[in-house]
């Protein structure tokens, strides 16, 4: 499980923000006044920390990303046809093999993640957070990407090629595409597969942060705490 002490540290930010800034906020929320601003900014510190503590951490357990329809790696289109190829001459398990360690590889790299949402976190502003609140059912997950991307990517990349050598994927998607290779008649084939993973595996991470916002904002439900039920309210 992730740690709360995240939590602790938004809240002690919030607490520091101006008086006046905070009132402003609250004023222009629809319908609500006088609900005090850190409560606003820190029940969607607490969605956000569900949304990585519930769904994003599941990515990170052996099959997180194999055995979840929402971000199962797949090949990259240039390699479908040695998938298909590899099941049409009795080597399915050898392509299945080929998928896992992609999958494998995402479920290592995402363990890096939580760092850095604490981060982007931190440097929510009031003026985030109102936007956040009134946008669409991905607003958080859409700050958090726009935040985190690049650190993400900088961060997941090395781990999915250390991770690729690690588990042998390297070694095996040598023999695959070796082997597609050899088949004759067919072109050649050589994808950057790090990269690739990469950029599949932070969609994965805010697939999932999406999943957990949406559900928070739509189920009255899932609100599961008092926090979360007072500042979701300003928003139905």
């Known amino acids: 499980m992730i740690s709360k002490k995240p939590l602790y540290l938004i809240v002690a930010l919030l607490l520091t923000s101006s008086c006046a800034e905070l009132q402003g906020v609250v004023g222009s929320l629809p319908g ?4 005090d601003p850190a409560m606003i900014g820190n029940g969607l510190r607490q969605a956000l920390d569900f949304g990585i503590d519930k769904q994003v951490t599941k990515l990170t357990r052996k099959d997180g990303f194999y055995k979840n329809p929402l971000v199962k790696i797949l090949l990259p289109q240039e390699l479908q046809k040695v998938d298909r190829t590899l099941r049409d001459i009795g080597l399915s398990s ?3 093999e080929g998928l896992k360690m ?13 760092p850095i949402f604490v981060n982007a976190v931190r440097e929510i502003t009031f003026n985030d957070a109102r936007n956040i609140l009134l946008g669409p059912d991905n607003a958080a997950t859409n700050y958090l990407e726009n935040k985190t991307n690049a650190a993400l990517y900088a961060s ?5 090629h250390n991770s690729f050598s690690k588990v042998g994927a390297d070694q095996i998607w040598a023999n ?3 082997k597609y290779n050899s ?7 050589n994808p950057d597969l790090t990269d690739y993973v990469t950029n599949k595996a932070l969609e994965g991470v805010y697939t999932m942060i999406a999943v957990e916002e949406k559900r928070i904002r739509t189920d009255i439900a899932a609100r599961t705490t008092t926090l ?9």
């Open 228 to 236: 979360l039920k007072q500042v979701f309210a300003l928003q139905d």
């Open 102 to 114: 992609l999958n494998r590889a995402a479920e290592d790299a995402v363990k890096e993640a939580t």
């Open 156 to 160: 997941f990349n090395p781990v999915i």
């Open 94 to 96: 050898l392509a299945d």
């Open 176 to 178: 695959i595409i070796n």
């Open 183 to 189: 088949i004759p008649f067919m072109d050649p084939v």
């Open 32 to 35: 609500q006044t006088g609900m």
